[in-house]
DNA sequence: CGATCTTACGGGATTCGTAAACATA
DNA sequence: TATGTTTACGAATCCCGTAAGATCG
């Protein structure tokens, strides 16, 4: 195994360039001695002069001419390599990988990453949106560096870094019943027949669990899969339905109106988690910090009640103020 | 300027592909702690940590796992480029650029060629076959690295590596008067009409100081560029002429025979020359080395009356005795 | 003789190995 | 608790700069 240093190739590109050992130990910002040192010691190590020197003339020699491209391009690849790797360190460029619940994704996370790449423009973005149990599984994989998952997060290979809670909403049409009174509780809501997403979903778990809680078994029109089609079906006058506040999909009918539910039980703990044991990269932690500023500013108020619309659709950008920090 | 040495990537690559600090270090024959450092270095070098480690599993962060790669491909290239440098370095391999007389080029040069890639098969050759003029000027210019050259060499920026002489013959058909004497001297030739090489070579050089010496003026029927029109010319009956021993045209004609001119002044000087102040590479001193042991071995026998034809061509790829070392 | 490379040498930084401390499954 | 990483520290080495020496044009 040879044992080299980038400065002896620097020191001999640097007097190859120069023609002269006291201009490259000028350039190299070194002594002149050192530099007799340094080169002396990469043509033992290679086992030849790679310069034919004295007082008044140095010259490359015959393997100095033949090695000076090949060294000095592997060189160049190296720094080119050592200085991706320090963009890397400070955070200014590399791969983001994230796992997110779909709301979260298509509400918060796009202006989250708009506001980070303000910053780091170098850093790019994988985004999998996924139910939490997925999203819990790609993280204890190092599938991805973050994620944001629902749902209480007892699993010891996750470490919690931002901790919140997602309002949960009942949404149903303008004029309905449900639109009107100041508070919105459980037992108005079991009073109308329901359309709730599949099992499997950390809103359909919260929401089994509260009915579970009050003992009351409401009337289940449908069970579809994706929130946006729950919506088509209140749309429709199939029933109510209960989403996560910030899901965009809540603001996407005109004819609809999402209110909050008060109660303590229809809240949805959201996270952003890590693998337990593992670091963050600058980038990571740097995306970190603006989720926490973004969720920060979220104030909890009345755009639980916003009407839909061409409003909502001009603030469509504005992150959606149903999550809350704990 | 990252100050890197090519022994803490070999550490991080080591520990990447082990999984661990103990196997890594066991492979690098190196204690445990010292990678600890070198992996820390390496790791404050570029700004980032590289592995997650705890005292039960080392594991490559999101950086290192994007560097991998990168740094392994770097060091495979500079290791190859090293290792080539070595090869450069003793000699077995490189390019041996050899500027050289057409006499030397077609008689001797093949031979120490084949001689030499028995040993140090990895070199490439390049062979310019010049007159001596010429020979001189690229040794200078140091477009070659060697040089075989004719007539005395006095120029400063030349060293000669090995001298000798080319003794000069008389070129006549079978059956001609000079082809019967013990001894062939500078009288007998002149009675004849010559055929000469034209000015510029060292050879036409040296015939015409001797007759210049002796005052006599003989009669020039041509003067050709190349040896093989003289040879032809003297085969046509046009008369005699005077070559060096060591050319391989002086045997091309089975009806001529080459006879040794019994007169000091009819040797060429031929030297081996390297430009001064320039080193050898190892490869090129081997080869001064296999010239040398080629040109003592030749004896300046009776080979030089040997008669051309069949047994010649036998013997065509020994080594033609009409170079003596001085 | 002057400019430039080489050698000599002392001080400071680097790097190693041993031993002890520390941490995690 | 056992395995494996980190810290601490002394010794050897490496590496630089200064100063003196050597060499070539």
Same mark, same amino acid.
């Given at each position: 195994m040879i044992d080299l240093n980038l400065r002896e190739i620097r020191a001999f590109v640097a007097v190859a360039q120069t023609g002269s050992f006291t201009r490259a130990a000028t350039r190299l910002h070194l002594s002149q001695p050192a530099l007799t040192v340094q080169i002396r010691r990469l043509e033992e190590l290679i086992g030849t002069r790679l310069f034919d020197r004295n007082s008044r003339s140095v010259a490359l020699t015959a393997a100095g001419r033949e090695l000076l491209p090949l060294l000095q391009k592997s060189l160049y690849d190296m720094e080119n390599v050592l200085h991706d790797a320090r963009a890397l360190g400070d955070g200014s460029s590399g791969k983001l990988r994230i796992a997110c619940l779909p709301s979260f994704a298509s509400s918060v996370l796009p202006d989250c990453i708009r506001s980070f790449a303000r910053t780091l423009p170098g850093v790019t973005f994988e985004i999998r949106d996924v139910v939490a149990s997925v999203v #819990?599984? /790609?993280?204890? #994989?190092?599938?991805?560096?973050?994620? !944001?998952? *629902?749902?209480?997060?007892? &699993? %010891?290979? /996750?470490?919690? /870094? +931002?901790? *919140?809670? &997602?309002? /949960?909403?009942?949404?149903? %049409?303008? *004029?309905?019943?449900?639109? =009107?009174?100041?508070? !919105? =509780?459980?037992? &108005? +809501?079991?009073?109308? %027949?329901? !359309?709730l997403t599949a099992a499997g979903t950390s809103v359909r778990a919260v929401v089994d669990r509260a009915l579970a809680d009050a003992d009351v078994e409401p009337t289940l029109t449908c069970e579809p899969t994706y929130m946006m089609t729950a919506v088509a079906m209140v749309r429709a006058g199939l029933g109510v339905t209960v989403l996560p506040g910030s899901a965009r999909e809540v603001h996407a009918e005109p004819h609809l109106v999402a209110r909050p539910i008060d109660d303590a039980r229809f809240t949805r703990p959201i996270a952003l988690v890590k693998r337990h044991g593992r670091s963050l990269s600058k980038a990571a932690s740097a995306f970190v910090d603006v989720v926490a500023r973004q969720l920060g500013q979220a104030t909890p108020d009345r755009s639980h009640t916003s009407r839909i619309g061409r409003e909502s659709h001009k603030t469509a950008l504005r992150p959606i103020k149903s999550i809350r920090l704990e």
């Open positions: #819990n599984q /790609l993280v204890r #994989n190092e599938d991805v560096d973050l994620g !944001v998952t *629902g749902g209480e997060v007892d &699993d %010891p290979a /996750l470490d919690v /870094l +931002i901790a *919140g809670t &997602d309002q /949960l909403c009942v949404v149903c %049409p303008r *004029g309905h019943p449900l639109a =009107k009174p100041r508070k !919105v =509780k459980l037992a &108005d +809501i079991v009073r109308y %027949p329901l !359309v």
